[in-house]
């Protein structure tokens, strides 16, 4: 990828190479990952402890309602990041894998409440660390 010379703010992908398809394979994953944090944050601040979540005891004992918090604001995170990817932002590449940390350990830690998610929402944050990692190899 290299730097547009009209808006410094904008990656524009090398022509001919496979990079556009990396970001938006990641932009798309992003806010997948996001929205999938979001439908689980609902569940958690909203639903009955007993008939959406999978009782357990767990080293990370939280209550259900801060693990809902904490997938709330991981998931719009990683949708505005997602959207930022989208458009080519600069910003939003370096942030993509960061979140995509944070999102990936925040779901390990939360996975007994809701292994089918937490293995969906995973599998998702790997791929788009995998994704912008290959972005941000390329050369300027």
Same mark, same amino acid.
């Given at each position: /990828?290299? #730097?547009?010379?009209?808006?410094?703010?904008? !990656?524009?992908? $090398?022509?001919?190479? &496979?990079? /556009? *398809? #990396?970001?938006?394979?990641?932009?798309? #994953? !992003?806010?997948?990952?996001?929205?999938?944090?979001?439908?689980?944050?609902?569940?958690?601040?909203?639903?009955?402890?007993?008939?959406? /979540?999978?009782? &357990?005891?767990?080293?990370?004992? $939280?209550? !259900?309602?801060?693990?809902?918090?904490?997938?709330?604001?991981?998931?719009?995170?990683?949708?505005?990041?997602?959207?930022?990817?989208?458009?080519?932002?600069?910003?939003?590449?370096?942030?993509?894998?960061?979140?995509?940390?944070?999102? *990936?350990? *925040?779901?390990?830690?939360?996975?007994?409440?809701?292994? #089918?998610? *937490?293995? !969906?929402?995973?599998?998702?944050?790997?791929?788009?660390?995998?994704?912008?990692?290959?972005?941000?190899?390329?050369?300027?």
């Amino acid at each position: /990828m290299r #730097f547009a010379p009209t808006d410094r703010n904008r !990656l524009t992908p $090398m022509a001919g190479d &496979t990079s /556009m *398809a #990396f970001s938006l394979l990641a932009g798309l #994953f !992003l806010i997948l990952s996001g929205s999938f944090h979001i439908l689980l944050s609902l569940a958690a601040l909203i639903g009955d402890d007993q008939d959406v /979540m999978v009782p &357990t005891r767990y080293s990370f004992d $939280m209550n !259900l309602t801060a693990w809902g918090w904490v997938h709330l604001v991981t998931g719009v995170v990683a949708v505005v990041i997602g959207v930022g990817i989208l458009v080519n932002r600069r910003w939003a590449y370096v942030l993509g894998v960061i979140v995509a940390g944070i999102s *990936a350990v *925040a779901t390990f830690a939360s996975a007994p409440w809701s292994p #089918f998610w *937490a293995l !969906l929402i995973i599998a998702f944050d790997i791929l788009v660390i995998w994704a912008l990692s290959r972005e941000l190899q390329e050369p300027y």
